[in-house]
């Protein structure tokens, strides 16, 4: 079984530029999460993509934007970058909208993509 | 809104050691509960998960954790502490519904002494 896998692993842009971040999904697994994790902090949810719609959205604004594929997988872009974009992204996959049924949609994380804005 | 709170930022702890991380979240409902490790760089594990049932979970690595309804908390344990368990925890709340929205809390460093 494949674990949840993203790229790239770092990446630096400077302020106003764009970014795609992506994450494959485990295998068996529809839903796809994304967070940002500042430096000393907790990770805090973006947003959430279920059946390739997204399906719940943190507080962050409308230049977070995402991507959910046929085979699961997702994009997380990010326009207009700003210097507190800085973070570490983490991808998360499970399986199904909650539920014991659906496993109880217990998110697995990726690695992570640690993003630089300078 | 749901919320989690661990009270402690940074705790040490001599090798062979208990630990206790202690964990309080805020939720309407019946919450899902985690606790998560990462170490320095990486991604998030899952250590264990509670939903239902015995309200003493067992995880990986000899770590358990207790559901406490009436003190709302979610104590992460371990009789004894290795060197190799030196990296943040982090616990988290989930609704039991369909939006899979997960609220972690702004972690544990947890640092082990020889």
């Known amino acids: 079984e494949t674990g949840v896998t993203q790229s790239p692993t770092h990446l630096i842009k400077t302020r106003g530029q764009q970014v795609t971040l992506r994450c494959s999904s485990q295998?068996?697994?529809?839903?796809v999460s994304w967070y940002q994790q500042a430096l000393g902090q907790g990770p805090q949810f973006i947003f959430q993509y279920y059946r390739e719609e997204e399906n719940g959205r943190g507080n962050f604004p409308p230049r977070f934007s995402g991507l959910q594929f046929p085979n699961y997988s997702s994009e997380l872009n990010v326009n207009a970058l700003e210097l507190d974009d800085s973070a570490l992204y983490l991808c998360?996959?499970?399986?199904?909208?909650?539920?014991?049924?659906?496993?109880?949609?217990?998110?697995?994380f990726g690695p992570g993509t640690r993003l630089l804005v300078l | 809104a749901q919320s989690v709170t661990q009270p402690d930022i940074h705790i040490t702890v001599s090798e062979g050691a208990s630990l206790e991380l202690r964990c309080n979240y805020s939720?309407?409902?019946?919450?899902?509960l985690f606790w998560y490790v990462q170490s320095p760089g990486q991604g998030l594990q899952l250590l264990l998960k509670?939903?239902?049932?015995?309200?003493l979970v067992q995880g990986i690595k000899g770590f358990e954790a207790e559901f406490k309804r009436s003190q709302s908390s979610f104590n992460l344990r371990k009789p004894s502490v290795h060197w190799s368990d030196a990296a943040e925890y982090f616990c988290a709340v989930r609704g039991s519904g369909g939006y899979q929205k997960v609220t972690f809390g702004t972690g544990t460093k947890l640092q082990v002494i020889p």
């Open positions: 509670y939903f239902s049932g015995d309200t």
């Open positions: 939720y309407g409902a019946t919450p899902y």
């Open positions: 998360a996959s499970s399986k199904g909208q909650g539920g014991l049924a659906g496993g109880g949609g217990t998110q697995y």
């Open positions: 295998s068996g697994h529809n839903t």
